[in-house]
């Protein structure tokens, strides 16, 4: 689990970046978008942390950060959404949401996903996916959906995002896991 924690904060820090670069009916149509209502219906109430970013706000911003940090501006540009919601109740039905993830990680198996971490410790439920180009290239999507008691965390990054892009973010928040990341490897 120290893994997805260390992985949460980029994702979140990029979720109060801009991203965008295209109309928000675009990002649902994506290869990368995955539709997470499911889950949060099941939760039943309301997020505690909640960012969905989407186009043109984003690309202001996405303009206002580049003369501090091009190599960043550039990855998050290629961005088209950033979805993320954290629910923190002991009341959700960690059982539930588990099986319904197992649904939901059907799906996006026979959508061509690649599942890159599977965890299954009762009662923790971890599936993180990648959406890769035909030539493993391009990163089309990441789709995180973690469950345990207390906490249930749904991300979904959408863009074309290369493994330079992964490198440069891993090196930007010392993750060494992404980059060291061999996409080529996944499919």
Do not use: C
Request: proline share 4%; glycine share 4%; charged share 25%.
């Amino acid at each position: 689990m120290k893994i997805v924690r260390r992985l949460m904060l980029p994702v979140l820090l990029l979720g109060f970046m801009p991203l965008a670069n295209g109309q928000d009916s675009d990002s649902l149509d994506h290869p990368g978008y995955v539709d997470f209502s499911v889950l949060t219906a099941i939760a039943n109430i309301e997020p505690t942390v909640e960012v969905s970013l989407k186009a043109p706000l984003l690309n202001m911003v996405t303009n206002l950060i580049r003369s501090e940090d091009e190599e960043a501006a550039d990855f998050i540009s290629k961005l088209l959404r950033v979805t993320v919601n954290v629910f923190e109740s002991s009341a959700i039905d960690v059982g539930e949401i588990s099986s319904s993830m197992n649904e939901i990680a059907e799906n996006l198996d026979d959508q061509g996903w690649d599942r890159v971490v599977r965890v299954r410790e009762d009662p923790e439920h971890v599936d993180i996916y990648f959406r890769l180009s035909e030539d493993a290239s391009v990163i089309y999507g990441i789709a995180i959906m973690v469950a345990e008691p207390g906490d249930t965390v749904l991300v979904n990054i959408v863009g074309d995002i290369s493994t330079d892009d992964i490198a440069a973010l891993g090196r930007r928040f010392d993750i060494d896991e992404l980059v060291d990341l061999d996409v080529e490897t996944i499919n």
